[in-house]
């Protein structure tokens, strides 16, 4: 089975820094993503990591310890823009299926 | 790259009705796509797997028979809601596996901009 958790709301200020935590159980991987999701719309693709230790990407970060079961997302340089729902979710072995997370909603304030 | 359409973007049926939805990958041939329900505040919940020239596989709990899925070629799949019940009001989503193309990550999900269902 599959088993995602991470924090359900988190606040900030625009400029400031978030980590989102992800720590997950499954019975195969083949991944870590994580997505965006702003109210309404379908997920967009940020990043993915297969091997331990961090990617980056800009202003987006994202870390895995495949040992550990954990994965960060860290957002840099918040803006308003990015207040949003952030999915994280591991691949299954083999099949290409992804388990969701519940998803973190971050809020930015000004 | 990597762009993944869905039509229509929103619809409202009468129950008992049946409303299609169609997933397009623009360009990229898809070997593989998938079908996902989101309720309001909740997350993804993977329905089926579709896979071009082949039956699709659904996730345990979700009823063939009331969601066809047809993959007729590597760019295109439908999602037909059979008979549709207020209940089955949601956000529908596909999305799309390139398997190796070059210009894009493998096994990674591209996602289509979702279906609204509303069935009154």
């Known amino acids: ?110 | 790259g990597a762009v993944v359409s869905q039509h229509p973007s929103w619809v409202i049926c009468k129950s008992g009705t049946s409303v299609k939805i169609e997933c397009r990958s623009l360009d990229f041939q898809a070997t593989t796509m998938f079908w996902y329900r989101q309720f309001p505040k909740q997350s993804l919940m993977l329905m089926a797997t579709s896979n071009e020239g082949s039956k699709a596989t659904y996730e345990q709990g979700v009823e063939k028979d009331k969601f066809l899925i047809n993959h007729a070629s590597l760019t295109l799949s439908t999602l037909t809601v059979t008979s549709a019940h207020p209940e089955d009001s949601s956000f529908y989503i596909c999305s799309a596996n390139s398997g190796s193309e070059g210009h894009i990550e493998t096994d990674t999900q591209y996602f289509g901009p979702g279906t609204r269902l509303t069935v009154l």
């Not at chain 1, 297969?50 to 550990?68: A, I, M, N, P, T």
């Open chain 1, 1 to 110: 089975g599959q088993n995602i958790d991470q924090p359900t709301e988190m606040t900030a200020t625009e400029g400031a820094i978030v980590q989102i935590n992800c720590t997950y159980q499954t019975s195969g991987f083949n991944g870590l993503f994580w997505y965006q999701q702003h109210a309404g719309e379908a997920p967009t693709f940020l990043s993915y990591n297969v091997l331990d230790g961090l990617e980056e990407k800009g202003r987006f970060s994202s870390f895995l310890s495949r040992s550990k079961g954990y994965s960060y997302l860290l957002l840099k340089e918040l803006q308003m823009k990015d207040s949003a729902s952030y999915l994280c979710a591991v691949g299954r072995s083999n099949d290409y299926k992804l388990s969701f997370g519940a998803g973190t909603t971050v809020t930015v304030r000004a």
